[in-house]
């Protein structure tokens, strides 16, 4: 039997904070403790009383004054796009035609799927992130190599191959029957596998046609217990686009409706220029519009509407969109979707931010009941955060008078450095023995009880 206790200060969420003074929505132990037995929460609360329910001899990770939290979820990024982050000058597109697609033919290579996949594992964990719903490119072997690295690392993580048969180069298409049959092998092989989850990946309405859109119907019919993500009204170009390719569909939302696409599993990455009809469409079928601000800042595509989504009933996660999006970082993240609703007259809470980096986006996954927080039976994916790892940031902390500033200091100027460890399944990854880098000064790593 393995065991470790992780001491720090421990905040998980319960439920969605109703405001920033929503004490309720969430537990927090100034001195806490998490009882990691053989990669699961066995215990979590008062330093005190979760020492008592381990076992002689435990190990402890001291990371104190640090905050322990669950790891954080990332609900929308292509990791083909690693490097092509920072890409200059153009919207959606053209974006796409001059950088992306070039970029992602390098993905028929195995040797290139696999190093660029252990890096964007590695990047992802280096910022906090233990869970990610990607991309891949369309080759299988971007989709063999995405897992490969994911199950190294005991990731939880979900992925699929992209279909496209039109509006894209040759290299990158495939005939409708073909995108089905290597699906379906990839379903085979990696879903359920270990930690992995698929996800159906028809990329958006203008690189699939009608035929092809047949074909991820009868995927989803199939494979009801697999994940289904695509991209919805991102740009106003894009959308004008996709509506001329089926006339027949009411507005660019009907497209994916009419081939029963939409449902609790269904995740539309941005979702910014959408009428209440096909929000109250998303809210009837449950699909979820993944709000990804750093990238529709960087594209210039729009900004998203969060309380219209809330009146309506519609459910929305938040993602970094790597490669359009800049950063691997979910705090980064909060902080440019602070900035995009502040624009529009609503307001962001560091307690919802939070929420939404854990406990939110495991719900709109379905998956509350192993990731997103720390209860007993929880998946031991955990992320320590260091509110004073910047100058800056010490500074500003000698001032701050509650959690929730913290929480707000983290959000608005943390970064990568903010993380002092992420544990997958119990095991440290960042500063622990895998990782490269030394613990922080303040963490006395693996003492024993």
Same mark, same amino acid.
């Not at 569909?249 to 539309?268: E, N």
């Given at each position: 039997m393995?065991?470790?206790?992780i001491?720090?200060?421990?905040?998980?969420?319960?439920?969605?904070?109703?405001?920033?003074d929503?004490?309720?929505s969430?537990?927090? &132990?100034?001195?806490?403790a *998490? #009882?990691?037995?053989n990669?699961?929460?066995?215990?979590?609360?008062?330093? !005190?009383? *979760?020492?008592?329910q381990?076992?002689?001899?435990v190990?402890?990770?001291?990371?104190r004054?640090?905050?322990?939290l669950?790891g954080? %979820?990332?609900?929308?990024?292509?990791?083909?796009?690693?490097?092509a982050?920072?890409?200059?000058?153009?919207?959606?597109?053209?974006?796409?035609?001059?950088?992306? &697609?070039?970029?992602?033919q390098? &993905?028929? $290579?195995?040797?290139?799927?696999?190093?660029?996949?252990?890096?964007?594992?590695?990047?992802l964990l280096?910022?906090g @992130?233990?869970?990610?719903?990607?991309?891949?490119?369309?080759?299988?072997?971007?989709?063999?190599a995405?897992? +490969?690295?994911?199950?190294?690392? +005991?990731m939880?993580?979900?992925?699929?191959?992209?279909?496209?048969?039109? +509006?894209?180069?040759?290299?990158?298409?495939?005939?409708?029957?073909?995108?089905?049959e290597?699906?379906?092998?990839?379903?085979?092989?990696?879903?359920?596998?270990?930690?992995?989850?698929? !996800?159906?990946?028809?990329?958006?309405?203008?690189?699939?046609?009608?035929?092809?859109?047949?074909?991820?119907?009868?995927?989803? $019919? /199939?494979?009801?217990?697999?994940?289904?993500?695509t991209?919805?009204?991102?740009?106003?170009? /894009?959308?004008?686009?996709?509506?001329?390719?089926?006339?027949q569909?009411?507005?660019?939302?009907?497209?994916?409706?009419?081939?029963?696409?939409?449902?609790?599993?269904? #995740?539309?990455g941005?979702?910014i220029?959408?009428?209440?009809?096909?929000?109250?469409?998303l809210?009837e079928?449950?699909?979820?519009?993944?709000?990804?601000?750093?990238?529709?800042? &960087?594209l210039?595509?729009?900004l998203? =509407?969060?309380?219209?989504?809330d009146?309506?009933?519609?459910?929305?996660?938040?993602a970094?969109?790597?490669?359009?999006? @800049?950063?691997?970082?979910? #705090?980064?993240?909060?902080?440019?979707a602070?900035?995009?609703l502040?624009?529009?007259?609503?307001r962001?809470s560091?307690l +919802?931010?939070?929420?939404?980096?854990?406990?939110?986006?495991?719900?709109?996954? =379905?998956? /509350?009941h192993?990731?997103?927080?720390?209860?007993?039976?929880?998946?031991a994916?955990?992320?320590?955060?260091?509110s004073r790892?910047?100058?800056?940031?010490e500074?500003?902390?000698q001032?701050?008078?509650?959690?929730?500033e913290?929480?707000f %200091?983290?959000?608005t100027?943390g970064d990568?450095?903010?993380?002092?460890?992420?544990? *997958?399944?119990?095991k440290?990854m960042?500063?622990?023995p895998?990782? $490269?880098?030394?613990?922080a000064?303040?963490?006395?790593?693996?003492?024993?009880?």
């Open positions: 393995s065991e470790l206790l001491r720090g200060r421990v905040l998980t969420f319960v439920k969605e904070p109703e405001g920033i929503d004490t309720a969430y537990r927090f &132990f100034e001195d806490g *998490v #009882l990691v037995r990669g699961k929460v066995a215990g979590v609360g008062a330093h !005190a009383e *979760v020492a008592k381990a076992g002689d001899g190990k402890v990770a001291d990371h004054p640090h905050l322990v669950p954080l %979820i990332d609900t929308h990024l292509h990791f083909p796009q690693t490097q982050i920072a890409s200059y000058g153009a919207q959606l597109l053209e974006w796409l035609n001059t950088y992306i &697609f070039v970029e992602e390098k &993905f028929k $290579a195995p040797e290139h799927a696999a190093f660029i996949a252990g890096r964007f594992m590695d990047e280096a910022n @992130t233990t869970t990610a719903v990607a991309y891949c490119s369309v080759h299988p072997e971007s989709v063999d995405f897992f +490969n690295a994911a199950e190294a690392r +005991n939880r993580m979900v992925g699929g191959k992209v279909m496209m048969d039109r +509006n894209a180069p040759e290299a990158l298409t495939d005939m409708p029957e073909k995108g089905y290597e699906t379906k092998r990839l379903i085979a092989k990696w879903h359920g596998r270990g930690r992995a989850h698929y !996800a159906i990946s028809p990329r958006f309405a203008i690189t699939s046609t009608p035929g092809q859109m047949e074909m991820s119907r009868a995927l989803v $019919a /199939e494979h009801p217990d697999c994940y289904v993500q991209h919805l009204s991102e740009n106003k170009d /894009e959308i004008a686009f996709a509506t001329s390719l089926y006339p569909a009411k507005d660019y939302t009907d497209i994916y409706a009419r081939y029963d696409l939409l449902g609790r599993k269904t #995740l539309l941005h979702c220029h959408l009428s209440d009809r096909e929000i109250s469409v809210a079928t449950g699909a979820v519009g993944v709000f990804c601000p750093t990238s529709n800042l &960087f210039g595509s729009g998203f =509407d969060r309380d219209r989504f009146r309506l009933g519609a459910r929305y996660s938040v970094t969109d790597v490669g359009a999006g @800049t950063s691997f970082s979910m #705090l980064e993240t909060m902080d440019e602070y900035k995009v502040h624009l529009q007259g609503q962001l560091p +919802n931010s939070f929420y939404m980096m854990t406990l939110g986006n495991a719900r709109a996954l =379905d998956l /509350e192993c990731i997103g927080s720390l209860h007993v039976g929880a998946d994916d955990i992320v320590v955060l260091d790892a910047k100058p800056a940031m500074l500003r902390m001032v701050a008078s509650s959690l929730t913290e929480l %200091i983290l959000q100027m990568d450095r903010s993380v002092a460890e992420v544990y *997958v399944a119990g440290p960042k500063c622990g895998r990782g $490269a880098s030394a613990p000064p303040s963490a006395r790593m693996f003492e024993t009880a």
